[in-house]
C-alpha cells in the first residue's frame, strides 16, 4: 500500500466507515486510494468544506461515533474551520484531514501554502501535526482517532502530497520509532459512592426538585424519568437535549433559555434543589439565582462541573451510570404539591402555544407551520434545525417522542448547518424520515448548496423521505427580533431584507419534489404530501416575519428596548398586531 490507501485502511480498523470531503490537488493520492475503498469506506462528495465539516459533526452526535472529513490544502482546509468549530463547541468526535503542498516546497510560499498546524491549534487544539515520513502515518492516525474519541474532541491530520503517494512503511523496532495499536474502551463511568451518598443527601432534604438534562443526558432517557419520577422533580431541556426526555410526559417542562417555554423559566426560579445532568447551558440567567438553589451535578468532563451555577456537589461520570448507581439512594417523594403545580404549568403551556400557532398572520403564521408538524412525526424521525428564528419555534413547538432523534449547532449557533446535519443524519440512517427546519437566510447560505448533494445520492435510501421546511419570510429574522428587543432600534432594511426566492421550484429544477404553502388551513395537507412522497422535498412555507419569537420572561430592558424601537420600525403595524396577539394568545384564546 501507499500511505493514502493506508490511511484509509486504518481509518477503517477504528470503525469509521464513512467520509465527507471533497477533493483537490493537495489530497490528489488520498482522492484515488478512497476510490480503490469504496467497499469499505464509504465517500460523500460535498459541494463545499464546511458542509462536510457540519456532515462530520451531525454524523458524530447523531450515531455517537467519530466524525471523519477531509480536504485540500489551502483555501479547502480554510472552509473546514467553521463546521470543526461547531464539533469543538458541542463536544463531539471528528478527525479531520488535510491535505499540504509537498514537504520540499514549505516554507516558500508556494501557491496555496498555508501554515495549517497554527491555522488548525485552536479548533483541533488537543492534536494536530504534520506527518513528514512515512514512519509517522500510523501513529498519527491511530492518536488522532484514539484522542478524538478519548477528549470527545477535533483532531487534525495534515499530509503532504508529496507523502501520499510513497510506499507505506511499518516503523522499524527502534530508537525513536512509535509502535501504536486500534481500540478505544473509553474512561471510567462510575463516580465513587462517598460522591452519590453525598447528592443523594442534598437531593432527599429538597422539597422542590427541578432536573436539567442536555445532550450528555440523550443515553440516558429511562435513567432520567426514573429519577424524575422519584423525586418529584420537573425536567427541562436544554436545546441540544431536545430529545433526551420526551415531551409527552407530564412533568417535562420543555426547552430553557431564550428559546424556552415559561414552565421551564418557572421550573428553575421556583426550585430548591438542582440536579444538572450532562449540560454545558450557557445562559445562568435562566437558572436559580446563586444560593437560592442546593446543586448537584453530572458531566463526563470535570471541567464544566460548577461552571454555570455554584454547585454543591459535582460528580464525574457518565449519565445513565452515575443516575443508575444514584436512584437506590434517593426516597421517593410523597408530597405531590410541587409535582402537580409543575404539571399544571405545563398543560397551560401547551394550550398557549396552540393559541399563538392559531392566531392569524400576514400571510402564514410560521407557529402553526410547526405546530401542524408535531403530531405528524414518524415515531423514528430524526429532525434538524438551523440558527436563526426558526429555532424558536423547533424548540417549543415540536413535541419529541421516545425513540426520535434532533440536534443543531448548539454552542457555534452557526447559520446553514441545518440541512447538512439532515443529510449526515440520512446517511447513517437511511430507513428513517428527516426533516430539516430552515430559514430563508440559512436556506439562501448553505441549503441550496446541499440541496444538489441530497439530489446526488437519494436514490440510494431505502426511504427516501428527507424535507426540507424553508420559513420563506425574506428577512434575517432572528437578528432583526434581537435588535428590537436587546439595542431597542427598529429592522434595518438595508441588512435585514433578503431576496425572495422560489424553494420549491428550485427542488423541481433539481429532480426533487417541491411544495408551496401560504394558507393556514392547507399548512396539514402540504406536510401529509410531503410525508408521503416518493423523493426527497423541499417544503416552502410563505410566512410573515413579524411574528414575535416571545421569550419565556420580558424584562423591564426588553419592554423599554420594545417602546423605543417603535421610532424608527418601518414595519410598525405589523410588529404590533402581531406582538399584541401573541401576547394575548392563551388569556384571551380565539379572540386574536
Known amino acids: 500500500m501507499n500511505i493514502s490507501e493506508f490511511v484509509w485502511h486504518r481509518l477503517s480498523e477504528w470503525g469509521l466507515k464513512r467520509v465527507y470531503g471533497y477533493p483537490g490537488d493537495g489530497v490528489g493520492g488520498l482522492d484515488v486510494a478512497l476510490d480503490k475503498a469504496k467497499d469499505f469506506m464509504e465517500y460523500v462528495q460535498v459541494r463545499h468544506e464546511e458542509m462536510a465539516a457540519f456532515m462530520a459533526s451531525a454524523h458524530a452526535k447523531f450515531t455517537g461515533q467519530v466524525g471523519l472529513c477531509y480536504a485540500t490544502s489551502g483555501p479547502g482546509a480554510i472552509h473546514l474551520l467553521n463546521g470543526l468549530y461547531d464539533a469543538k463547541m458541542d463536544h463531539v468526535p471528528v478527525v479531520a484531514l488535510v491535505g499540504q503542498q509537498a514537504r520540499s516546497c514549505l516554507g516558500s510560499n508556494y501557491q496555496q501554502e498555508v501554515d495549517l498546524e497554527n491555522l488548525f491549534k485552536d479548533v483541533a487544539g488537543d492534536f494536530v501535526h504534520l506527518a513528514s515520513v512515512p514512519e509517522q502515518v500510523r501513529h498519527l492516525i491511530d492518536r488522532a482517532v ?44 462510575m463516580p465513587e459512592e462517598a460522591v452519590l451518598r453525598r447528592a443523594a443527601d442534598v437531593l432527599n432534604q429538597g422539597k422542590k426538585v427541578a432536573m ?39 412533568f417535562v417542562t420543555g426547552s430553557i433559555g431564550f428559546l424556552g417555554t415559561k414552565p421551564s423559566w418557572d421550573l428553575m426560579k421556583g426550585c430548591d434543589t438542582l440536579l444538572m445532568i450532562g449540560s454545558a447551558f450557557p445562559y445562568s440567567e435562566f437558572l436559580p439565582n446563586p444560593g437560592a438553589a442546593r446543586g448537584v451535578q453530572i458531566d463526563i468532563e470535570g471541567g464544566r462541573l460548577s461552571l454555570r451555577y455554584p454547585m454543591e456537589v459535582n460528580i464525574v461520570g457518565d449519565s445513565a451510570t452515575s443516575l443508575r448507581a444514584l436512584l437506590p439512594m434517593l426516597d421517593q417523594k410523597t408530597d405531590t404539591a410541587w409535582r402537580r403545580q409543575i404539571e399544571k ?19 402564514l403564521n410560521p407557529q402553526r407551520v410547526f405546530w401542524e408538524l408535531s403530531p405528524r412525526l414518524p415515531d423514528d424521525a430524526i429532525v434538524t434545525a438551523d440558527s436563526g428564528s426558526v429555532a424558536n419555534w423547533y424548540a417549543r413547538d415540536l413535541k419529541m417522542r421516545r425513540g426520535m432523534k434532533a440536534s443543531l449547532s448548539g454552542g457555534l449557533a452557526s447559520l446553514g448547518a441545518g440541512t447538512p446535519y439532515a443529510l449526515a443524519g440520512k446517511m447513517a440512517f437511511p430507513d428513517r424520515t428527516v426533516i430539516a427546519c430552515m430559514g430563508d437566510g440559512a436556506m439562501q447560505m448553505n441549503g441550496l448548496n446541499v440541496m444538489i448533494t441530497i439530489g446526488k445520492y437519494w436514490q440510494q435510501w431505502s426511504n427516501p423521505r428527507l424535507i426540507v421546511l424553508v420559513l420563506n419570510n425574506r428577512d434575517l429574522n432572528q437578528v432583526t427580533w434581537e435588535e428590537r428587543i436587546l439595542i431597542g432600534a427598529g429592522k434595518t432594511e438595508s441588512t435585514q431584507s433578503i431576496p425572495d ?24 395537507a402540504a406536510w401529509d ?31 423599554e428596548n420594545f417602546m423605543f424601537m417603535m421610532r424608527d420600525e418601518p ?16 388569556v384571551l384564546p380565539g379572540k386574536g
Not at 426533487?512 to 393556514?520: A, E, H, Q, R, T
Open 529 to 559: 404530501e410531503a410525508l408521503s412522497a416518493d423523493r426527497p422535498t423541499i417544503l416552502e412555507a410563505y410566512t410573515d416575519p413579524n411574528v414575535p419569537p416571545l421569550p419565556p420572561h420580558i424584562t423591564m430592558k426588553d419592554a
Open 146 to 189: 484514539r484522542i478524538a474519541y478519548a477528549k470527545r474532541a477535533v483532531t487534525c491530520v495534515i499530509l503532504p502530497n508529496d507523502l501520499q503517494l510513497l510506499p507505506y512503511k511499518e516503523p522499524p523496532v527502534g530508537h525513536g520509532m512509535i509502535h501504536t495499536g486500534v481500540g478505544y474502551v473509553g474512561p471510567a463511568k
Open 345 to 363: 404549568g405545563i398543560k397551560s403551556w401547551w394550550k398557549t402555544l396552540e393559541d399563538r400557532a392559531m392566531q392569524s398572520a400576514e400571510p
Open 571 to 586: 414595519e410598525l403595524g405589523s410588529v404590533l398586531k402581531n406582538s399584541a396577539k401573541e401576547l394575548l394568545a392563551g
Open 212 to 250: 436539567l438534562v442536555g445532550a450528555g443526558a440523550l443515553q440516558a432517557t429511562d435513567e432520567v424519568i426514573a429519577v424524575a419520577e422519584r423525586l418529584g422533580a420537573g425536567v427541562a431541556k436544554a436545546l441540544l437535549g431536545k430529545a433526551a426526555v420526551p415531551d409527552d410526559l407530564p
Open 501 to 524: 426566492f422560489p424553494y420549491h421550484k428550485y427542488a423541481e429544477l433539481i429532480g426533487l419534489k417541491g411544495i408551496f404553502v401560504d394558507d393556514p388551513e392547507k399548512v396539514g
